[in-house]
């Protein structure tokens, strides 16, 4: 059984002190399978008049995945898309060759939880039109005395509905009590898990919120300890055969893809098109590292 690698999460700030926990990419793990980014927003509590607001970004080479567990967040999209996205409930953008896209709170002053994922796609999808699906419902079943939702993949006899482009797996499990819960894995797949609330035992440690655990591959099984009120995000996937190279909000395979698209959107190319009427304010990328780029 491959050992586990405990990693701190860190810090990082959306803009406008809307800080996150980002668990990946990670120095010691830059992705598990075609997971490339896990951001943990909350749980927190906005003071009146304040909320999350994520101005207009875009996004290539990649799909985002969101799951809101408390809260109403409105996604706009270049594509002409505005869809709220309550608990439970998953949005997956696929940007493709190119999406810009808003996120902010329905309410200024309320409550927000939520996990964003990054999966990057693969080098035949990387330049696919870009397209928006909203996931109401996902499949729900209990176990062991847990809740398991099934949020990407296959599990058992569930399949998700979320149409991604490599083989992924992605379970939320909550307990409100203290559970043992024994789970199949695919010994092809690096498996990764994050708890949101309170705590799991695994491999004989105790993994806290907001640290990952990366488990490698090559297990068939695992046996979590859930603490009482715990929630836990487990990712898995076969291990990407591509390095990808990820800049801002842009996932690609080389850096003049990269570098094309952050100066067509400095130049307000048609590439990246208006978000609503356009009046959300536009997300400056950092200048490029790549010198000659
Ligand atoms: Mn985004």
């Given amino acids: 059984m491959p050992p586990m690698l405990r990693i701190a999460t860190r810090s990082a700030d959306l803009g406008d002190g809307m800080l996150v926990r980002r668990a990946l990419p990670s120095r010691q793990q830059r992705m598990v399978g075609a997971w490339c980014f896990l951001d943990h927003a909350g749980p927190v509590d906005f003071p009146p008049g ?21 809260g109403e967040v409105l996604h706009r999209d270049s594509l002409g898309n505005e869809q709220i996205i309550r608990p439970g409930q998953v949005n997956l953008m696929t940007a493709g060759r190119g999406v ?11 409550r927000l939880h939520a996990a964003q ?19 109401p419902t996902l499949p729900q079943w209990q176990t062991q005395g847990a809740t398991v939702t099934l949020l ?13 482009h490599s ?22 797949f690096e498996y990764a898990l994050l708890p949101l609330t309170g705590s799991v035992r695994l491999d004989d440690e105790s993994v806290p919120a907001d640290e990952l655990a990366y488990l490698g591959h090559g297990r068939d099984k695992l046996r979590l300890g859930l603490a009482a009120d715990s929630k836990i995000l487990l990712l898995g996937s076969q291990p990407f055969a591509e390095p990808v190279l ?4 842009f996932v690609g395979y080389d850096k003049a ?13 048609a590439r990246f ?5 356009g009046r959300a304010p536009r997300l400056a990328a950092p200048p490029l590292p790549w010198p000659g780029y």
Wanted: with cysteine.
């Fill in 50 to 70: 304040r909320g999350m607001h994520v101005g207009a970004h875009p996004h290539i080479g990649l799909q985002t995945f969101t799951w809101l567990l408390e």
């Fill in 100 to 110: 810009v896209h808003t996120e902010d709170s329905l309410t200024d002053g309320s």
């Fill in 117 to 135: 994922l990054w999966i990057a796609l693969p080098p035949a999808m990387q330049d696919c039109p870009p397209d928006f699906a909203h996931h």
């Fill in 152 to 164: 990407a993949g296959d599990y058992g006899a569930h399949s998700a509905p979320t149409r991604l």
């Fill in 167 to 188: 083989p992924l797996l992605g379970l939320d499990i909550a307990s409100p009590a203290a559970a043992t819960i024994d789970l199949d894995l695919r010994p092809d």
């Fill in 246 to 249: 990820m800049w801002w909000n």
């Fill in 257 to 269: 893809t990269i570098a094309t698209a952050q100066r067509q959107w400095e130049s307000g190319d």
């Fill in 273 to 277: 098109g208006p978000v609503g009427d």
